[in-house]
C-alpha cells in the first residue's frame, strides 16, 4: 500500500467515502482510475485472486469521491481469519489467501486486514492518505472489528539490499518513522507490530520479468529492479525469476 494523491485543496473540500456495497455501479467505473503501481507489483497471483472476486468483498472496499462525484482514490481490505501467535511472516498474501478461503469454506472471519491503498497520480501532499486510512480503520470499526491490520509497503526505502527489519525501525528526530507510508499509518493511529518477510511473492518466466521491467534478465543472481524494495532473484539457467517483498505490520485499533 502507498500514498500517492491529494493536493492542499483537497484537504478543505468535502470528500465523500463510500463502500462498493452501497454504490454498486461505481464498480463500472472502479478500474479506470489510473494509479502508480509498478508493472510488476500487478502481477502476484494470490493478490489477482482478490480483485477478481471484487464483488464478494463489497461491505470492505471504500470509494473516495470528491465534490463533483469524481472518484480520486479507493481503499481494499479483507476479512480473513488470524492464525494464533505473532502475525504471519506472508503477510499481503497470507491475509488475501485466507479471506478467499474463509469465504470459500463460509467460515466467520475474525480480523481484516488492508490489501491497497490507490490514489489517483498527481494529487500528492495534502493528507489524503491519512484519511483514508482513518477511512478504512472505521470502516473495520463499523463492521465489528477490534483492529484494522495493514502490512505496510514502506515505499520510501530505497536501499533494496538494506533488511527491512533495519529500515522499519529508522525514525526522525521528532520519533516518527523515517518512512512516508508508516509515517501516515503512525499519525493515523497505527502500531509498528513486526516485519513480515515474505508478504508478496511474484513468480515469473524471465520472459515476463523483461516484459514487466524492461531489463535483460540474463544472468543469474538479484537484479535490482526500479520500485522493488529487496531484489528479485534471477535464474537465467533455468529461465525463472522471483521477487520476495518484505512489508510491516501495522495494527490500528477501531474502538469497536
Given at each position: 500500500?502507498?500514498?500517492?494523491?491529494?493536493?492542499?485543496?483537497?484537504?478543505?473540500?468535502?470528500?465523500?467515502?463510500?463502500?462498493l456495497a452501497e454504490r454498486p455501479e461505481l464498480m463500472d467505473v472502479f478500474w479506470d482510475m489510473e494509479t502508480s503501481w509498478p508493472e510488476f507489483?500487478?502481477?502476484?497471483?494470490?493478490?489477482?485472486?482478490?480483485?477478481?472476486?471484487?464483488?464478494?468483498?463489497?461491505?470492505?472496499?471504500?470509494?473516495?469521491?470528491?465534490?463533483?462525484?469524481?472518484?480520486?482514490?479507493?481503499?481494499?481490505?479483507?476479512?480473513?481469519?488470524?492464525?494464533?501467535?505473532?502475525?504471519?511472516?506472508?503477510?499481503?498474501?497470507?491475509?488475501?489467501?485466507?479471506?478467499?478461503?474463509?469465504?470459500?469454506?463460509?467460515?466467520?472471519?475474525?480480523?481484516?486486514?488492508?490489501?491497497?491503498?490507490?490514489?489517483?497520480?498527481?494529487?500528492?501532499?495534502?493528507?489524503?492518505?491519512?484519511?483514508?486510512?482513518?477511512?478504512?480503520?472505521?470502516?473495520?470499526?463499523?463492521?465489528?472489528?477490534?483492529?484494522?491490520?495493514?502490512?505496510?509497503?514502506?515505499?520510501?526505502?530505497?536501499?533494496?539490499?538494506?533488511?527491512?527489519?533495519?529500515?522499519?525501525?529508522?525514525?526522525?528526530?521528532?520519533?516518527?518513522?523515517?518512512?512516508?507510508?508508516?509515517?501516515?499509518?503512525?499519525?493515523?493511529?497505527?502500531?509498528?507490530?513486526?516485519?513480515?518477510?515474505?508478504?508478496m511473492v511474484i513468480p515469473g518466466t524471465v520472459e515476463e520479468w523483461r516484459e514487466w521491467t524492461g531489463l535483460p534478465f540474463d544472468t543469474t543472481?538479484?537484479?535490482?529492479?526500479?520500485?522493488?524494495?529487496?531484489?528479485?532473484?534471477?535464474?537465467?539457467?533455468?529461465?525463472?525469476?522471483?521477487?520476495?517483498?518484505?512489508?510491516?505490520?501495522?495494527?490500528?485499533?477501531?474502538?469497536?
Amino acid at each position: 500500500m502507498k500514498p500517492v494523491a491529494a493536493t492542499s485543496r483537497l484537504v478543505r473540500v468535502h470528500l465523500e467515502f463510500v463502500t462498493l456495497a452501497e454504490r454498486p455501479e461505481l464498480m463500472d467505473v472502479f478500474w479506470d482510475m489510473e494509479t502508480s503501481w509498478p508493472e510488476f507489483m500487478k502481477h502476484d497471483p494470490i493478490g489477482n485472486g482478490y480483485y477478481a472476486s471484487l464483488e464478494e468483498f463489497a461491505e470492505f472496499v471504500l470509494v473516495c469521491l470528491d465534490e463533483s462525484g469524481r472518484m480520486v482514490a479507493k481503499a481494499h481490505s479483507v476479512p480473513f481469519r488470524l492464525p494464533e501467535g505473532e502475525l504471519p511472516d506472508a503477510g499481503w498474501d497470507f491475509a488475501i489467501r485466507s479471506g478467499l478461503l474463509t469465504k470459500l469454506w463460509g467460515e466467520d472471519p475474525d480480523a481484516v486486514s488492508a490489501v491497497e491503498i490507490a490514489i489517483e497520480p498527481g494529487l500528492q501532499g495534502s493528507g489524503l492518505s491519512g484519511r483514508i486510512v482513518a477511512a478504512l480503520r472505521d470502516n473495520a470499526g463499523r463492521l465489528g472489528f477490534g483492529e484494522l491490520l495493514a502490512p505496510v509497503r514502506p515505499n520510501g526505502k530505497a536501499d533494496v539490499h538494506e533488511p527491512m527489519a533495519a529500515y522499519a525501525l529508522r525514525t526522525r528526530d521528532d520519533g516518527l518513522p523515517v518512512d512516508p507510508w508508516l509515517r501516515v499509518h503512525v499519525r493515523a493511529g497505527g502500531r509498528i507490530d513486526r516485519v513480515c518477510p515474505r508478504s508478496m511473492v511474484i513468480p515469473g518466466t524471465v520472459e515476463e520479468w523483461r516484459e514487466w521491467t524492461g531489463l535483460p534478465f540474463d544472468t543469474t543472481g538479484p537484479v535490482v529492479v526500479p520500485g522493488a524494495l529487496a531484489p528479485v532473484m534471477c535464474d537465467a539457467e533455468h529461465g525463472t525469476a522471483t521477487y520476495v517483498e518484505p512489508n510491516v505490520w501495522v495494527r490500528h485499533p477501531t474502538g469497536a
